[in-house]
């Protein structure tokens, strides 16, 4: 592969959004009564993940989602970009490979990538199964499932957690990068 010759750092990339609205998975109830779930969420209650792996490293940042001066925030090249930053203090040469999202289409991360030399791949138009990353989101969106959070602090705290907790890396050995 023309990446490890140059000595580049290989990762596989994806962003996903993490909301305090409840997952419920399953759930149990007396019979005869109501099912009933206290809820503390609003829909602006969330925050995204950028993650990448490689089958022996993974990184992940959190960046908050909720409202700022009431306008409504999204995954944006901004984040991206300080994504990149990020990445590419660890590891001056990479190779990054991901979807066609806008954010990463945009000038913006594209002259970031350009300027610091990181190589972009990208995964096939429509094919999430193919991101290995997917799958982290699954597991740690599952890991938090049924559980009741007070705030936005308590779930945050909880999804950092079990990404940390978890050794997702395994899922990533069939990569061989």
């Known amino acids: 592969m023309a990446a490890k010759r140059e000595g580049r750092a290989v990762f596989v990339e994806d962003e996903s959004t993490f909301s305090l609205k409840p997952y419920t998975v399953h759930g149990w109830y007396q019979r005869g009564k109501p099912a009933c779930a206290k809820l503390t969420f609003s829909r602006s209650n969330r925050f995204y993940v950028f993650g990448v792996s490689n089958g022996l490293k993974e990184h992940n940042r959190f960046f908050d989602g909720r409202r700022l001066h009431g306008k409504k925030r999204c995954i944006d ?8 930053r990020y990445l590419h203090i660890q590891y001056p040469k990479l190779l990054i490979i991901w979807d066609e999202a806008s954010n990463h289409r945009s000038r913006l991360t594209r002259a970031h990538c350009e300027k610091y030399d990181i190589r972009l791949l990208a995964f096939p138009t429509a094919s999430p199964e193919l991101n290995p ?3 982290v989101w699954k597991t740690l969106k599952a890991d938090t499932a049924n559980t009741y959070f007070e705030n936005y602090p308590d779930f945050l705290k ?5 990404a940390r907790e978890k050794n997702l890396t395994k899922m990533f050995k069939y990569l061989g990068l």
């Open 158 to 162: 909880s999804v950092k957690r079990e």
């Open 133 to 135: 990353e997917e799958q």
């Open 77 to 84: 090249s901004r984040m991206t970009v300080r994504f990149l």
